[in-house]
Each structure stands twice: as structure tokens, then as C-alpha cells.
């Protein structure tokens, strides 16, 4: 199981601060307890809180924060991995995203769920929040750092280091190593470019950034164009900080 930390304090005094009226003072709340929290605002101001919960089987938590709110609302739940004896998450976070009006997306990854091997599901809502679609297996890799979703395909950009897996269903299983080969590598992360077939895999290297762009041939976007190597652009360095 993850080891246990206090949750969410800090993090969820930014989220009312970013979802609360200026002339308002913020109110900080704890959503819960575990760790591996982050957090997505959407369109309507509606805050939406992740983290791992530390059990015999992990859970994933979820927090709806009303805009100016101090407080989860009544639609905050947890989410649960397939049924394991003892499920266990793995990467550094849950993440969640909300691509469009009404729509909240949360990827995580699991161990034991079932099986030894990392995996990555997903848990989609259309109603902003109020349910949640079971869990659905989208990938191989364990989340180690920021992903991004595209939401027309329903696919993700996942990163775990100088490893890329574009993600959906059925699950993929192939990966790519987009970084740099030396073991140095931290913060990785991927973005999409809005209005565009493009995204980004970017990573630091000690003293270096390096980055990667994908340009999409074909109208649309799919997990197998993203882990087609020969869509990415090669290694490129930011200038120098």
C-alpha cells in the first residue's frame, strides 16, 4: 500500500482560492486522507480533487467543490480499482482532468488489480461529477509524472519518465521512450496543443529540458499515431535558464 500522509490541506486551500470571488476570503478544508492528490477546475468553476487513499485495497478519492465552496458537496465519493484482494496504487499521483462542460476524467494506476504488472485505468463522468463509469483499463505504464487527455478520441498522453504511452480502450501495451536514455530524468510530462493535432513530451534532464513534438498525419488522433515513433519529432533542448 502507498505510505500514509496527511492530505489535501494545502492543496485544497488552493483550490478555493482558485474557485472562490476575489472580494471572498478562502476557507481551507481537508477532503481526506492518503496522498498522490491533484486537482482540475472546470468551465462552470466546479473544483474536482483526486488523491490515493493507504487501505488493504487503495481507492481513489474524489472531492466536487461548488465554486466558492468550503467543502466537498454530496456528489464527492470514492472510486474503486477492479476487484483485487489487495489492490495497491502506483505512480507518483492520481490525475484528473475536465476536457469539456459537464465532463471529469480520472486516470490512475494500480498494481494487483488483478495481476502484478502496472496498468492505468480510467473512470470517465458526463454529468460532472455525479457518477462515474466503472473502471476501464487504458494502459501499461505507471503515471510518473503530468499526463494530458484529448478529449474528441478519448485518449490519454501518459508519461512514467522518458516513457510515453498514449492510452485508451482496449488497453495499449505499447510504449515509447521519448527521453533521453540516461537515468537521469524528472518531471516529465506531455501536453496537446488546443485546436490542433499536435502535443508535447517535455522532461528534465539536471541541467537541461528536453522535448519532443508529435504531429499527427492524419486527421484525428489515436493511441497508435501517438506510439508510432515516426510521428515525434526528435530530442530538442530548451535554451539555456
Known amino acids: 500500500m502507498r505510505v500514509s500522509t496527511p492530505l489535501l490541506a494545502l492543496m485544497a486551500i488552493g483550490a478555493v482560492v482558485a474557485l472562490a470571488p476575489a472580494a471572498q476570503a478562502a476557507t481551507p478544508f481537508t477532503a481526506g486522507t ?21 487501505e488493504a485495497a487503495d481507492r481513489i478519492g474524489y472531492c466536487r467543490v461548488p465554486a466558492g465552496g468550503a467543502a466537498c458537496d454530496s456528489e464527492s465519493t470514492f472510486l474503486t480499482f477492479p476487484p483485487a484482494p489487495s489492490a495497491s496504487s502506483s505512480g507518483d499521483h492520481a490525475q484528473v482532468f475536465t476536457p469539456a462542460a459537464d ?3 480520472i486516470l490512475a494506476s494500480c498494481t494487483q488489480c488483478p495481476g502484478s504488472a502496472n496498468r492505468t485505468y480510467r473512470f470517465i463522468s458526463t ?5 462515474f463509469s466503472a473502471a476501464v483499463e487504458v494502459g501499461s505504464i505507471r503515471l ?18 522518458r516513457i510515453f504511452q498514449g492510452q485508451d480502450n482496449p488497453a495499449s501495451a505499447t510504449d515509447l521512450t521519448l ?3 540516461a537515468s537521469s530524468v524528472y518531471d516529465a510530462s506531455a501536453a496537446t496543443v488546443p485546436a490542433s493535432t ?4 517535455a522532461v528534465n534532464d539536471l541541467d537541461t529540458v528536453r522535448y519532443r513534438v508529435f504531429s499527427d498525419p492524419v486527421p484525428g488522433t489515436s493511441a497508435a499515431d501517438l506510439n508510432n515513433v515516426a510521428n515525434w519529432g526528435g530530442n530538442q533542448l530548451l535554451s539555456a535558464a
Open 103 to 105: 465532463k471529469v476524467v
Open 179 to 181: 527521453g533521453v536514455t
Open 198 to 201: 499536435k502535443a508535447v513530451y
Open 127 to 131: 454529468n460532472n461529477g455525479v457518477d
Open 144 to 161: 510518473n509524472g503530468q499526463a494530458a487527455y484529448m478529449n474528441t478520441d478519448d485518449v490519454a498522453l501518459s508519461v512514467s519518465g
Open 34 to 54: 492518503g496522498g498522490g492528490q491533484d486537482l482540475a477546475v472546470g468551465s462552470d468553476g466546479t473544483g474536482h480533487v483526486v488523491w490515493l487513499t493507504d
